[in-house]
């Protein structure tokens, strides 16, 4: 029932600036939390950041705390990745996810829909 597209990535050096989109169709996006995960060549996907239906809390993992901020407009269908200070391990393909719940989660089984991903490659 829900589709999600995501849109932003691209080529940048390091210590630079992307904004990823994730364009959600359905009419209950509101009613679930959202996430970010990404997965880099031979590596296993990892979790990135999520935020509750309400966009009134945000989880972050470690390795992007204070770089990245994630956000949502419920009215546009649409959850945001702000991410600054780019470094080259954050090179990979990064998803936008749909959660089971209505609560910030970094499992991903409790993530129902996926997007297809939109690569973010930061030169050194």
């Not at 597209?5 to 080529?11: A, D, H, K, P, W």
Request: glycine share 12%.
């Amino acid at each position: 029932q829900v589709q999600l597209v995501e849109s932003g990535g691209g080529l940048v050096q390091a210590g630079g600036s992307l904004r990823l989109s994730c364009a959600a169709s359905g009419r209950t996006f509101s009613s679930y939390a959202m996430g970010w995960f990404r997965q880099a060549p031979g590596k296993e996907r990892e979790f990135v950041a999520s935020i509750s239906w309400s966009g009134g809390s945000t989880y972050y993992a470690d390795s992007v705390k204070g770089r990245f901020t994630i956000s949502r407009d419920n009215a546009k269908n649409t959850v945001y990745l702000q991410m600054n200070n780019l470094e080259p391990e954050d090179t990979a393909i990064y998803y936008c996810a749909r959660s089971r719940r209505i609560g910030v989660s970094h499992t991903p089984n409790e993530y129902a829909s996926w997007g297809q991903g939109t690569q973010v490659t930061v030169s050194s």
